[in-house]
């Protein structure tokens, strides 16, 4: 609990943000300003621009004078999401690779992978860098547009155990070495793969669900 009731609201973005990454909030949950205020111990109007802030991020969701709700992905949803990840960052390695420079930040996030079994924000962490150091302010700013939803797309990935940390890191080695050798090909491919990949699996995860879910 976060005790000091004058504490950043961006504090309580980031702790609000995990609860949600790791499904301690449910997709569909309603994330009312009385409930983070006493979750977190903050008073209401922290806890408000707090919300507002993930509303902005694309972590929650808010209709019109009701409560922000924990977004709910279709499989069309994320299908139509990862696929348009795939464009977005294919080009971004791709440009990096022209320049044969990894960011520092990127770099970072990757060694962090391993650390621990909760991956997920150092994945994000890892893709958002890269992105970001490459010269188009524009397809940056496009890509940050999708990261909130490929963020909780990638916390269910996370706790449905669809795929390691090791797994993850492997992967995104490999990009790593064709950016560095200047492969732009390789480097658009192994991208591709690396998102389509995860796709697959939720997708699968989510028609696995949704056939249980019938069957009851």
């Given at each position: 609990m976060i005790e000091n009731a004058a504490v950043l609201p961006e504090t309580v973005a980031q702790k609000l943000r995990a609860d949600i990454i790791a499904q301690r909030d449910a997709p569909g949950s309603a994330i009312t300003e009385s409930a983070v205020a006493l979750r977190f111990g903050v008073a209401r109007p922290t806890a408000r621009i707090a919300i507002d802030r993930l509303v902005a991020d694309g972590i929650l969701r808010r209709e019109a004078h009701r409560a922000a709700r924990v977004p709910e992905l279709s499989?069309?949803?994320?299908?139509?999401?990862?696929?348009?990840?795939?464009?977005?960052?294919?080009?971004?390695?791709?440009?990096?690779?022209?320049a044969g420079a990894?960011?520092?930040?990127?770099?970072?996030?990757?060694r962090a992978l391993t650390a621990t079994d909760d991956f997920a924000h150092h994945d994000i962490q890892s893709h958002r860098a890269l992105v970001?150091?490459?010269?188009?302010?524009?397809?940056?700013?496009?890509?940050?547009l999708l990261m909130g939803e490929v963020?909780?797309?990638?916390?269910?990935?996370?706790?449905?155990?669809?795929?390691?940390?090791?797994?993850?890191?492997?992967?995104?080695?490999?990009?790593?070495?064709?950016?560095?050798?200047?492969?732009?090909?390789?480097?658009?491919?192994?991208?591709?793969?690396?998102?389509?990949?995860?796709?697959?699996?939720l997708l699968t995860h989510l028609d696995t669900d949704t056939d249980l879910d019938t069957d009851s």
């Open positions: 499989y069309d949803d994320v299908l139509d999401l990862f696929d348009t990840r795939s464009i977005v960052e294919t080009a971004a390695m791709a440009a990096l690779a022209e990894i960011p520092a930040e990127a770099l970072a996030a990757h970001a150091g490459q010269p188009s302010s524009r397809l940056t700013r496009l890509h940050e963020e909780l797309c990638i916390g269910q990935v996370q706790s449905a155990q669809l795929i390691t940390a090791h797994e993850v890191a492997e992967q995104h080695q490999g990009i790593l070495d064709a950016i560095t050798a200047g492969d732009a090909a390789t480097a658009e491919r192994l991208t591709r793969d690396h998102i389509l990949g995860a796709r697959d699996r």
